[in-house]
């Protein structure tokens, strides 16, 4: 019984072992098709061809190209530490890039408050309009209700820049009285097993939330290519426009875009950590925040900060 147990276990793991490198081999060729197929999934014309996009973006099929050209990736930085560096540079300035023309919503939000209770308490106005020659006119309940797209903005453009900025939350318990490369293992360890399976999941997850805000016949998860192929003889566009109320924000299907944005950039902010981590680990503290562009006030402005306290 025994025996027979662990032959099983074995042609488990054999299976299972099979399956993933026949996955990632066929990543490859899934991928040049697509290339060189680009009619296929481009053309929104076609609708078999947004249902290809539907299917294949929170496909397996999907996953393992992303995967294997991270391991690629991955794999050639091993061997050129500085193409890694480039890498971990490029992903960094995307994340601060985008963080820092997002966080201009916040901005953007407090002024359009701002105008909002100039407009309700004090002129009495019951629409906003903006335009030149020909005005575009939306109530006032819209302008309030689109306020939430620009908090939402923030939250899913600017976390991975938070992220490099260091301004997340972190349990320091057992993180801040460890070692240099301690610190890195753990970092390696929560890119890998929390962040990206947790990316994945979301937007697997936030992917089929989003379509089906989008087109009819609704796409599910569970169907397959041919299923949807079948579908889209039916197809037709049927972007969400139903608000909370009736003349307030009617554009929701944006907030599941940003869902979708959010799972990204938090992926790509984890193989960045991955790698920053790994050549950190492997080049000593000397390496630690090698060009790590993060945000600071002026000397000036710390000079003046620094006199306030010390008056106090």
Not at 262 to 288: I, K, T
Not at 292 to 308: I, K, P
Request: a negative charge; aromatic letters at 16%.
């Amino acid at each position: 019984m025994d025996e027979a147990n662990t032959t099983g276990v074995l042609g488990g793991l054999l299976d299972a072992v099979t399956w993933l490198v026949t996955q990632i081999a066929m990543a490859f060729y899934n991928l040049g098709y697509a290339i060189t197929h680009p009619q296929l999934w481009l053309d929104w014309s076609n609708p078999e061809a947004v249902m290809r996009v539907v299917y294949y973006g929170g496909s397996v099929e999907f996953f393992f190209v992303v995967f294997t050209t991270v391991l690629v990736l991955t794999a050639i930085g091993i061997w050129r530490n500085a193409f890694l560096w480039g890498g971990v540079i490029a992903l960094e300035g995307f994340a601060n890039a985008l963080g820092r023309v997002a966080a201009w919503a916040g901005l953007i939000m407090v002024l359009q408050q701002v105008i909002i209770v100039f407009m309700q308490r004090i002129f009495a106005a019951s629409e906003i309009s903006l335009g030149f020659g020909t005005a575009v006119s939306f109530d006032v309940s819209w302008w309030s209700e689109e306020l939430k797209l620009y908090n939402a903005m923030i939250v899913a453009l600017c976390v991975s820049y938070t992220f490099v900025q260091h301004g997340h939350v972190r349990v320091d318990l057992f993180y801040s009285p460890a070692r240099f490369r301690t610190k890195k293992i753990i970092d390696i360890f929560g890119a890998l097993f929390f962040m990206m399976p947790i990316a994945v999941i979301t937007w697997m997850y936030g992917w089929f939330f989003l379509w089906r805000h989008l087109v009819t016949p609704k796409p599910s998860a569970s169907e397959g290519l041919d299923r949807l192929l079948m579908k889209a003889r039916a197809f037709r566009w049927n972007v969400e426009t139903i608000g909370f109320s009736p003349n307030g924000f009617n554009a929701y299907f944006l907030f599941k875009v940003l869902l979708v944005a959010f799972a990204g950039l938090v992926f790509l902010q984890a193989v960045a950590l991955l790698w920053r981590s790994y050549l950190e680990f492997r080049e000593g503290e000397e390496s630690e925040a090698r060009y790590l562009d993060r945000d600071s006030l002026s000397d000036t402005t710390t000079e003046s900060a620094e006199h306030v306290l010390e008056t106090r």
